[in-house]
């Protein structure tokens, strides 16, 4: 699930915010990096004449060009598959929203590539927002994500980049925020 909601009480309403460290990214990443081996391997061994391969023979591969461009795409693919490591260690785009009716603050934290930006906050008052907007695109690319619309008309993301939410989960996170902060909600 990409957004979980949890209300401490009936004043604060927390959303854990899923980033990087999804299932599909874990996938992903474990394909690629087995992929890559092979591949790099195949080329070593076509150079070599050994075989490193215990389910192929690579040796039998001429090493200019097949090796040698084997062992490109194994290069390319580790390469992929380190960024896509790093990606789910650092959690890219994970974070929270906490929204709380006592102090009359909204808080929103994602984490960023690490470095000076790691950390992306975002801070401002309840009675700064005018709106909860949903944002529905179907199609080639879809698009499903709610926004917290403040009145000097910036739209601030509260869903996670990536997989469109199920319409349904979408409509009810919108509604109970909108209910929460006493705000319109739009788009629907």
């Not at 474990?30 to 070599?48: E, H």
């Not at 039998?60 to 390469?79: H, N, S």
């Not at 509260?158 to 788009?187: I, Y």
Request: proline fraction near 5%; charge should be positive; charged fraction near 20%.
């Amino acid at each position: 699930m990409s957004t979980q909601t949890k209300t401490t009480t009936n004043q604060i309403l927390d959303q854990k915010v899923t980033g990087s460290r999804r299932f599909s990214n874990y996938w992903w990443a474990s394909v690629i990096t087995i992929g890559g081996t092979g591949f790099l391997l195949s080329g070593i061994s076509s150079y070599l004449k050994i075989n490193l391969l215990p389910f192929a023979d690579p040796t039998q591969l001429i090493f200019i060009p097949q090796g040698i461009v084997m062992g490109l795409y194994g290069t390319a693919a580790l390469l992929l598959a380190l960024y896509l490591w790093l990606v789910i260690l650092w959690d890219l785009g994970g974070g929270y929203n906490e929204f709380n009716r006592e102090t009359g603050k909204i808080h929103i934290f994602r984490w960023g590539f690490p470095g000076k930006n790691r950390k992306v906050e975002f801070n401002c008052n309840v009675n700064e927002v005018q709106s909860i907007r949903v944002d529905i695109k179907d199609g080639l690319n879809p698009r499903r994500a709610l926004y917290l619309k403040l009145k000097d008309r910036r739209e601030i993301p509260l869903t996670r980049v990536g997989q469109p939410l199920p319409l349904s989960d979408l409509e009810n996170q919108g509604a109970e925020l909108a209910k929460f902060l006493q705000v319109p909600l739009e788009g629907l």
